[in-house]
C-alpha cells in the first residue's frame, strides 16, 4: 500500500501558460479516469480566455504589462523628441519626417508588434459575434494607428523615420489602468470605491489631455518657434489655467487649429469628470465612506448605531462620551440608515466634532456596512432605540436586530443596548448592559411619591458635571444646587485609597460616617472580591476588607485629587471630643479647578474612647432630655443597632386590636406568583391573602360584589396615588412594586388608580381633591409629532390645566423633550421664572450639559424625561457599575444584604441635631442608615400680578361652594338611584356628569380653607436637592434626607427594640410618620 502510494505522480499545476498550449501530457499513460468538471475549457480558446481575462490573478498580470508598455512607448517618444536636433526651415517634410536613430527604432518596433499582438488576441477572446463591434472600438483604433507604421517600416525600410503620434499611446495607458484597478479589486476581494476610481480616471484624463497637448504643440512648432518640451508644459499649464500671459504662442495655423481642438476637448471632456467626481462626492458625504482599517488598528472607536439621529441625542451622547477625560483620543462612528439631516450636519463641521465624529450612512444588518464602521476593532458598540415612533415595539424589535446582527459579526465587540418595553429586554440578554426605558421611567416615578424629587436625583447623579454651574448667580440656593449637582458615583480599591484604606477591618458605616467627616465623601456601597454583586449599605456588621471595590459620592474621583493636611491649631489641652462648640465643626472646603479637587484634612488625632461628651442645649419648657448622639463603633454591637424585623410592621403597635386583625388577614408579605414579563426581579412585597376578581378593579363601576362608584365610596385611609397613562403596560409593573416593598409599613401603603383617560369627571370621580400624587406618563401617541418638540403639547397642556383647577395637587410629569420642561406650571407674568431662563441660555453658552436643572419644576422633581437617562447608558462604559448601581437605588433588582433608597423628614423636635454631619452620625451610630442628600424647600416671594392670580382662583372655588351648598342633600340620593338606570344619550349623561363635577368641586372648595396656607405654599416656594453636602451643611424644618437604608433581611436583631423610636417608616414628602431620632 506504500508503493502505490509512492508512485502516485503529483497533481500538475493548472493555468500554466505551458498548460495552455499542450495541455495535461501527465494523464495520458495513466490508467485512472480523470474527472474534468469543466468541459468547456478544454478548448484552445476556453483556455487563453481563462488566462487572459477570466482569471482575476493572471488577467491583472497581464493588464499590469499592457500598461507598462503603452508608458514605454510615451517613454521612448520622449527620447527621441530629446535626441532630435531640430533643422532649419518651414518645410511641411518636418511635419512628416523625423530623425529616428536604428536603436530607438528597434524598441518601438518591439513594442509596437507585442502590443498590437496582444490588442488582436484579446479582440479575438473577446468576439461575440459583431468584427465591427471590435474594429470600431477607439481602444483598437488608436492602437492600429501607433503599431501598424512600425510594422510596415520593418518591409519598408524608407518609412523608417516617418512621423507616428506614439504619444496617444497614453490614452491607452489611461484605459489600461482603469482595467487593472477593476481587476485588483476583484483579485483581493474588495468591493471598488466608486470615489477612488472617479478620481483616479480625473487625474488621468487630465494628465492625458496635457501630455497630448504638449507632444502636439512641440511636434507643429516644427516648423515656426522651433518650441522644445519645456515650452510646450509651459503654454499648456498657463493656456488651460486661462491665464494667458501671450510670451508663448503658436505660429502656424496647424498648431492653432490643433490648440482649438484641445480646448474644445477639454472644454466637454473636463466638465463631464468634474460633474461625476462632484456627485460622487456628494453622494458619499451622504453615506459618510469608510472608516480606514488602519485608523481602526491604530486609534480606539466606539460606534453609535440608530434608527434616526436627532440634534438632542446626538448633543447628548457627544457631550457625555467626551465628558471623561481619558475618551478625549476615541473617535465616535455613527452608523445610520437615514441621511444626515440639516441640523447635525451644521454640527459635525465644527471643528471640535468634525476631527473626532464619523458619520456614516447605512444599516447594521449588512456585513459590508458593519465592516466600512470596523464593528469588529470597535471597543464598544452602542444601539439605541427610537422613543419617536408609535409603535415602540416596532421600534424594539429593529434594536434586536441591530444587536443580533453586531453579535454574529463582531462577537467581541461590548454591546450596550437601549430597549423601549420591558417584554423585550430578554431577547438580548446577552449584551453587557442593557437599560429598558419604561423600567427606569416607572421605578423613578413610583420612587418620586415616596421619596420627593428621586428622578432629580438620580438624572444629576447619572450626568457628569464639574459642579460649576450657578456659581455665577448671586441666588444662594442656585449655587449651592449647582454645586452639589457636581456629584457623581465613583469607584476605588480599599487598599488603593487614601479615603477608605485606613478603615480596613472596620464596620461600613463606621467607614461611610469618618470619611465623609474626614474628606467630605459618601461611601454608599461595596462589592467584594468573591462576589460580582454589589451592595448598597451592607450594613455595620459588613467589616471593609483589603480588596473591597468602594462606590462613594464625590465631586471627583481620588485619582484627581490632590490633599493637604491643617495646621493643628489645638494641641493636647484641648478636649478630644466629637464635636465641641461650633468651632469644632467639619469644614467641607472643595476647590474644584480643571478636574482636580483639593480636599482640607480635618484632625485625625485619636479621640477618647470614654463616650461622647457633647451637651446637648437645655430648654427650660421641656421635662424629658433627648438623648445624645452615640458614637460611631468600629465593629458593630447587635444591641446598639435598632433594626427592623421583617414579619413583623413597625406600625401595627399604634393601631387597635381590630384593625391589627383585620390588616393581617388583608395583607402577607412574599414574591408575587406571577411576573408579567420574563426578565423581571422577583421583589418582596405586601401581597393580598385573595385574589381581587377583574370585574373588582374597576373603580367606576358597580359588580356584584362591591357598588361602588368613585373613590370616596371606597373610603380609604390613605391618600391616592393617581397614574395617567395611555395603556396599562407592563412596566406598571414596576411603578406598583415599588410602592408594595415589604420594608414599607402597611399604614403608608396608598391606594393606586390607574386612570387610562383623563376627562375632568374621570379625574373627579377617581379622587384627584384628596390624592397625595398625581403621575402623568407621557403617552405613545403623542411622542411623534410633525415638529419634533411638539410631541409634548397635549401633555404640557392637560397639566397646566390639572394645575390651574387643582393647584394644591402635587403632579409629576414625564416628557419627551427636555427642553419643554421650561413650559411645565407656566405664568406668563412670572418674574422669577424669566430671570431662571436667562440663568439657563447662560449655563447653555459655557457648556453645561445641565443647562435645564435649575428649572423650578425640574429641580422640585416634578418633571422629568426619560431621554436625560440615556447619558446613564453612555456613562456605563466607563463606570460598568452605574446600572447596576441606578436599578439597587430604584428597587428594579433585590440583592440580598443590600439596602435600599428611602428618606425621612426632618421636624421641629429633630433641629437639635443642627448639621448633616452630626445626622450622618446620629443615622450611622443608631440605625446604619447612611445619608446622600437633602431635598430643602424654601420660600419664594411672589410678585403682586401672583398673588391676585392665586387669589383670584381661591374666589372661584368659594363662588362655586356657594352656588351649589343648598343642592347637596337632595342631589346625593337622587344621583344615586337614577346612575344605574340612566341610559347612553348624551341629553341624560351630559347634565348628570356636570352636576357630579359641580359637586366634586364644591367639596373641593370646603377644603380650600383649611388648605390654603398649603396650596400658597405650593406656588410660593422652590425646592432643590443638595447631593452629599457638606459636613457643616445646616438642617432646616421640613428638610427630606435622602438615605440607604440596609436590608432587613441582612440580620435579625436579638432583643426587638421600641418600635416608636426605630428608623424604619420610609415616608414620603406629606407623610405625617416622621423618623424618630
Known sequence: MVDLESEV??????????????????????????????????????????????????????????????????????????????????????????????????????????????????????????????????????????????????????????????FLNCWLAKHALENMINDLHRAIQRTQSAMFNQVLILISTLLCLIFTCICGIQHLERIGKKLNLFDSLYFCIVTFSTVGFGDVTPETWSSKLFVVAMICVALVVLPIQFEQLAYLWMERQKSGGNYSRHRAQTEKHVVLCVSSLKIDLLMDFLNEFYAHPRLQDYYVVILCPTEMDVQVRRVLQIPMWSQRVIYLQGSALKDQDLLRAKMDDAEACFILSSRCEVDRTSSDHQTILRAWAVKDFAPNCPLYVQILKPENKFHIKFADHVVCEEEFKYAMLALNCICPATSTLITLLVHTSRGQEGQQSPEQWQKMYGRCSGNEVYHIVLEESTFFAEYEGKSFTYASFHAHKKFGVCLIGVRREDNKNILLNPGPRCIMNATDICFYINITKEENSAFKNQDQQKKSNVSRSFYHGPSRLPVHSIIASMGTVAIDLQDTSCRSTSGPTLSLPTEGSKEIRRPSIAPVLEVADTSSIQTCDLLSDQSEDETTPDEEISSNLEYAKGYPPYSPYIGSSPTFCHLLHEKVPFCCLRLDKSCQHNYYEDAKAYGFKNKLIIVAAETAGNGLYNFIVPLRAYYRPKKELNPIVLLLDNPLDDLLRCGVTFAANMVVVDKESTMSAEEDYMADAKTIVNVQTLFRLFSSLSIITELTHPANMRFMQFRAKDCYSLALSKLEKKEREKGSNLAFMFRLPFAAGRVFSISMLDTLLYQSFVKDYMISITRLLLGLDTTPGSGFLCSMKITEDDLWIRTYARLYQKLCSSTGDVPIGIYRTESQKLTTSESREIASQSQISISVEEWEDTKDCKEQGHHRSNHRNSTSSDQSDHPLLRRKSMQWARRLSRKGPKHSDEMNDHQSTLSYILINPSPDTRLELNDVVYLIRPDPLAYLPNSEPSRKNSICNTTGQDSREETQL
Request: with cysteine.
Open 9 to 166: 505522480p503529483p497533481l500538475p499545476p493548472r493555468y500554466r501558460f505551458r498548460d495552455l498550449l499542450l495541455g495535461d501530457q501527465g494523464w495520458q499513460n495513466d490508467d485512472r479516469v480523470q474527472v474534468e468538471f469543466y468541459m468547456n475549457e478544454n478548448t484552445f480558446k476556453e483556455r487563453l480566455k481563462l488566462f487572459f481575462i477570466k482569471n482575476q490573478r493572471s488577467s491583472l498580470r497581464i493588464r499590469l504589462f499592457n500598461f507598462s508598455l503603452k508608458l514605454l512607448s510615451c517613454l521612448l517618444y520622449i527620447i527621441r523628441v530629446l535626441l532630435e536636433n531640430p533643422s532649419q526651415g518651414n518645410e511641411w517634410s518636418h511635419i512628416f519626417w523625423v530623425n529616428r536613430s536604428l536603436p530607438l527604432w528597434g524598441l518601438q518596433v518591439s513594442v509596437a508588434l507585442i502590443s498590437l499582438f496582444e490588442t488582436i488576441l484579446l479582440g479575438y477572446l473577446s468576439y461575440k459575434g459583431n468584427i465591427w463591434e471590435q474594429i470600431l472600438r477607439i481602444p483598437f483604433i488608436l492602437e492600429i494607428i501607433n503599431a501598424v507604421p512600425f510594422i510596415i517600416s520593418i518591409f519598408w525600410p524608407s518609412l523608417r523615420n516617418l512621423f507616428v503620434p506614439v
